[in-house]
């Protein structure tokens, strides 16, 4: 592993290099990286627009004008990535709003004159994240692949075998202003987590919906996970959520079956941790 030399550009793949044994190898990574904390200490090679502190409903309003403009939400420190002279570069080209897109971070290094190799990690959905930590994995040589990714695979299969029969009817919101409901990875880990998921869009992307339409789902069980929350930033949002009167005779909110999860640990960041999503989602779900 001595001779890679790796720039990760996700909080994701940050996780899953040093999940699979690979850490040592890791030279820069993002802002965003918090995972492990040793990651942390490394030089960040993005910054966002975004700034901290704002509200949902700010960051979507900052975030359209910005792709209405055609300006990019990170920046990437050129000089400093020159300076650490990659190896291999991972990067996405699954959202624009969570990550440098692979295509801008190419024609960077076509302009630094590097020639890093760029991986782009991209699954969709549960089993394709799981697949491509492996990809990952095997492209960079980590020593530790095959039996961490079984395992991963093992227990994602037991839980999808324990789910209980009975299913309530869970929405989540993946963003709370305007109302984003899931797609991507998150309706299978609501699926293998014993639930049905509403509004969900498997495999495909979040998308935007109406108050109207939230009102109308009945759903059993509500879960608010934003993008980029801990816990208690999604709780403070849930609060907003929970407190409009559109929504009082929803079943879940009748029945105080509503909860906030910390997204970036259990839910929007697809590397190991999504399966221990799995199994939060099933406390709340089926307590």
């Known amino acids: 592993m001595a001779e890679q030399r790796i720039v990760s550009l996700l909080p994701a793949t940050t996780e899953i290099l040093y999940w699979l044994g690979a850490g040592p190898s890791v030279v820069g990574v993002t802002y965003e990286c918090t995972e492990p904390a040793d990651a942390q200490q490394l030089p960040h090679v993005t910054d966002t ?40 570069i991972v990067t996405q080209d699954l959202c624009r709003v969570c990550a440098l897109p692979a295509g801008s971070v190419a024609d960077a290094l076509r ?16 089993d394709e994240v799981v697949d491509s930590i492996e990809a990952l994995g095997i492209a960079v040589g980590a020593p530790e692949t095959n039996e961490r990714v079984a395992a991963l695979r093992d227990r994602l299969a037991t839980l999808r075998a324990s789910a209980p029969p009975n299913r309530p009817k869970v929405l989540m919101l993946e963003w709370p202003d305007p109302p984003y409901t899931p797609g991507h990875w998150i309706p299978d880990q609501i699926e293998a987590a014993g639930g049905e998921p509403l509004l969900a869009h498997p495999g495909g992307r979040s998308s935007a919906t109406s108050w ?3 009102a109308a789902c009945e759903a059993d069980v509500v879960i608010v996970a934003p993008c ?16 409009r009167p559109d929504l009082a005779a929803m079943p879940a909110l009748v029945n105080g079956r509503t909860y906030a999860i910390d997204a970036d640990a259990y839910v929007v960041r697809p590397g190991p941790r999504l399966v221990d999503g799995v199994e939060e989602l099933r406390k709340l779900i089926h307590p």
């Open 49 to 88: 627009i975004i700034p901290d502190g704002a509200t949902p409903a700010e960051i979507d309003a900052l975030i359209s004008a910005a792709i209405a403009e055609g300006k990019q939400l990170y920046t990437l420190d050129e000089g400093l990535l020159r300076d650490l002279d990659p190896s291999l």
């Open 212 to 214: 109207d339409e939230i």
């Open 111 to 126: 302009h630094l004159s590097l020639d890093s190799t760029v991986f782009s990690y991209d699954p969709m959905t549960l």
């Open 228 to 243: 980029g929350f801990d816990e208690a930033a999604a709780r403070a949002q849930l609060d907003i959520v929970t407190s």
